[in-house]
């Protein structure tokens, strides 16, 4: 295994470290036990949070609680401004990009997100929500528009929720982000060090055990050359229907209908304008211990003169044993989603996967949604309360050798494409992750990939990964 050196980018990431581990001694509420449970927690979507609470004084029991709610009209508790934000620190080691082939070096650096946000409630129905970003990138010897974005608008946008009927309508404009089911194909992008929004409008209504989704929207696209600078389109755009039914009881069915398009696509062997149809259906629940996630996407359309002929298909499934010590869980992800299988043709069989997550496979970006075949079973076991380790050996097919092994999000690996076998590779994966209190994560993840000989006569060698994050969260 590669030696691995620590650059300048250390000594930031360790003082960063200490900065961050400090804010242990100075939680958001001095005792957790005198807390109640209708004290607000800080989630990833910060637009979520409620701290209309603190209208109770014996709820105020932090330092900076009157930051989080300060009044608008004293007669409605509901009615209030929220400050906020978050800083996360994670310190990465990549021997390998995009498996050492190309231009890529081995490579250690720091990502850093900061972001603040104002959240006004004038009253129970209606909502405006802005916040700002500077996301940077030390050291790092390939800086691309998902690892930096100086101070730039991330959120805002106004919201209004209410009864209609005998249900609850919602609704947004502006920008915002969104994120369905494990977000195989549409997420908020929170692995990398810059999270996707969207320039949109979205509506749901619920009722009983029914929910309608719809929204049209231009994805953000980033650029890191000057402050404020980050635009949305008509050049990409994304728009979606989706209806949620819970069955069986508290179980979920769903299914979406997106259009996907872009005035400029590239794939290996199709170029022009891609014009998307996309059909997704899914069903996840739990039961007696077991749990299951299943999820089928069907594609459609045309890139240029090409026809599209995608698919794909994603399942977790796992059993816990809640009685056992540690509480054990048995897990096994398969996956699936289609390549190109000739060249030269009047179809592009190459599976888009949209707005992917990195972190369903790793962050280590070795592992993308297309041309794919993937096992991997896991084990998660919790040897304390607040501590989470997970560890999984995930095994890699290409669906067609005549299409090529991909990275993360879909980048083609050069020299692969029609030459090989199927096999890629074989990685294994150790997370642990630990909360420190309301207000602070951490996570360490390290991620070893055993390349196949097709990736190896491409000019690759075997891959390490190595990642150290700390979360804060006010």
Not at 82 to 96: H, P, Q, Y
Request: avoid cysteine; charged fraction near 20%.
């Amino acid at each position: 295994m590669p030696r691995f050196t620590l650059p300048s980018a250390g000594k930031a990431w360790a003082a960063a470290t200490a900065l961050a581990f400090s804010a242990v001694l100075l939680p958001a509420h001095a005792d957790d036990s005198a807390a109640t449970p209708a004290r607000p927690k800080i989630l990833t979507n910060r637009w979520q949070e409620d701290w209309s609470a603190l209208a109770n004084p014996a709820l105020r029991t932090g330092p900076f609680d009157a930051l989080k709610y300060i009044p608008l009209f004293v007669t409605d508790p509901k009615s209030y401004i929220s400050l906020g934000a978050n800083l996360r620190e994670r310190f990465e080691i990549n021997d390998a990009p995009n498996f050492g082939i190309g231009n890529t070096r081995s490579d250690s650096y720091l990502l850093q997100r900061l972001q603040m946000h104002v959240d006004i409630r004038l009253n129970e129905n209606w909502q405006i929500f802005t916040q700002l970003e500077d996301v940077r990138t030390i050291d790092k010897a390939s800086i691309s528009p998902v690892d930096q974005n100086q101070l730039d608008l991330r959120l805002a946008f106004i919201a209004y929720s209410g009864a209609l009927g005998d249900g609850t309508f919602k609704a947004r404009v502006g920008r915002q982000d969104f994120a369905f089911d494990l977000q195989r194909f549409v997420s908020s992008r929170d692995g990398p060090n810059v999270r996707q929004s969207f320039d949109a409008v979205w509506a749901d209504y619920e009722n009983g055990p029914w929910r309608f989704i719809g929204f049209v929207s231009q994805p953000v696209q980033y650029r890191f050359g000057d402050v404020f600078d980050d635009f949305s389109g008509q050049n990409f755009r994304f728009s979606t229907a989706r209806v949620e039914r819970k069955v069986f009881g508290d179980n979920e069915l769903s299914g979406y209908y997106s259009l996907f398009e872009r005035s400029s696509a590239r794939y290996l062997d199709a170029l022009g304008k891609e014009t998307r149809h996309v059909f997704d259906v899914r069903f996840a629940g739990n039961a007696n211990g077991f749990d299951w996630d299943l999820e089928a996407m069907g594609q459609s359309g045309h890139v240029g003169a090409k026809d599209i002929e995608g698919w794909a298909l994603g399942g977790r499934t796992g059993y816990t044993f809640s009685n056992v010590a540690w509480t054990p869980r048995i897990g096994l992800q398969a996956d699936a989603a289609s390549g190109d299988g000739r060249a030269g043709d009047n179809t592009i069989g190459t599976f888009n996967p949209l707005f992917p997550n990195g972190y369903y496979f790793s962050l280590a970006g070795y592992t993308g949604y297309a041309n794919l075949i993937h096992l991997k079973p896991t084990l998660t076991v919790k040897p304390i309360a607040n501590l989470t380790v997970t560890a999984g050996v995930g095994m890699q097919w290409r669906q067609t050798v005549a299409d090529a092994v991909y990275v993360q999000p879909n980048v083609a690996v050069a020299g692969t494409a029609g030459v090989g076998s199927r096999w890629t590779g074989v990685y294994s994966q150790l997370r642990a992750d630990y909360i420190f209190n309301a207000n602070l994560t951490g996570a360490l993840e390290a991620v070893h990939y055993s390349i196949g000989d097709t990736v190896r006569n491409a000019g690759g060698h075997d891959s390490n990964y190595l990642g150290l994050e700390l979360k804060y969260g006010w």
